[in-house]
Nanobody
Framework: VQLQASGGGLVQAGGSLSLSCAAS????????VGWFRQAPGKEREFVAA????????VYADSVKGRFTISRDNAKNTVYLQMNSLKPEDTAVYYC???????????????????WGQGTQVTVSS
């Protein structure tokens, strides 16, 4: 599974951005997909994830109520809508997928097998 993240950019605090994660394989439709982010000098951290069988997505506390993750299995694409952005949201955002057939959402980056290249999100104050 190859993942391609896009949609990053520069936005002012309080603004919005929408990220997309497109996959190259149909197996994407049976994988848990998550978004992580990494700010300079910091560890890569979990942002949000969604299971392929539906159910409630999982969010990091820091983005809950501001970010929304969704997926379109027919298009092999997962989206991250980011609203009310803050300067502390500035980071490189990565999408990642767990192995096919797995339905459990995990927040640890070690649980994700496939990774995209990342897209930069910069929020100015």
């Amino acid at each position: 599974v190859q993942l391609q993240a896009s949609g990053g950019g520069l936005v002012q605090a309080g603004g919005s951005l929408s990220l997309s994660c497109a996959a190259s394989a149909r197996t994407f439709s049976s994988a848990v997909v998550g978004w992580f982010r990494q700010a300079p000098g910091k560890e890569r951290e979990f942002v949000a994830a969604i299971s392929w069988i539906g159910g409630t997505p999982v969010y990091a506390d820091s983005v809950k109520g501001r970010f929304t993750i969704s997926r379109d299995n027919a298009k092999n694409t997962v989206y991250l809508q980011m609203n009310s952005l803050k300067p502390e949201d500035t980071a490189v955002y990565y999408c990642a997928a767990r192995g096919t057939g797995i339905t459990v959402i995990h927040k640890t980056k070690q649980s994700y097998k496939f990774w995209g290249q990342g897209t930069q999100v910069t929020v100015s104050s």
